[in-house]
């Protein structure tokens, strides 16, 4: 079972910059695809960014394409968001997850929930505008 801790929300002004950060804990991270997602308070959970298992496919939802960047480093089993030109509306709890699927498996649908069996804790991102 893979754990994942979240780290690096916070604080911020509109036009700022966040590093979220998710570590996991097993072995198995370098074969999985990651996804970020986010929660705002009266929202359902929406899709963020995903990255398939070597980094090689990187996917975006609209709002935070060209302003977030997702990657990952398979030798510290951390995987990576990087948000800048923050606006009021990017203000949510952001999870990380890992799929369910290892490559070898079969592909990944980056972008849909249920392709993810674990999941962080949490961190909460707050832009102030």
């Known amino acids: 079972q893979v754990q994942l801790v979240e780290s690096g929300g916070g604080l911020v002004q509109a036009g700022g910059s966040l590093r979220l950060s998710c570590a996991a804990s097993v072995r198995t991270f370098s074969t999985s695809p990651m996804g970020w997602f986010r929660q705002a308070p009266g929202k359902e959970r929406e899709f963020v960014a995903g990255?398939?298992?070597?980094?090689?496919?990187?996917v975006y939802e609209d709002s935070v394409k060209g302003r977030f960047t997702i990657s990952r480093d398979n030798g510290k089993n951390t995987v990576y968001l990087q948000m800048n030109s923050l606006k009021p509306e990017d203000t949510a709890v952001y999870y990380c997850a890992a799929g369910k699927k290892p490559f070898y498996i079969g592909r990944t649908d980056l972008r849909d929930p249920s392709e993810y069996g674990t999941w962080g804790q949490g961190t909460q991102v707050t832009v102030s505008s």
């Open positions: 990255i398939n298992w070597n980094g090689g496919d990187m």
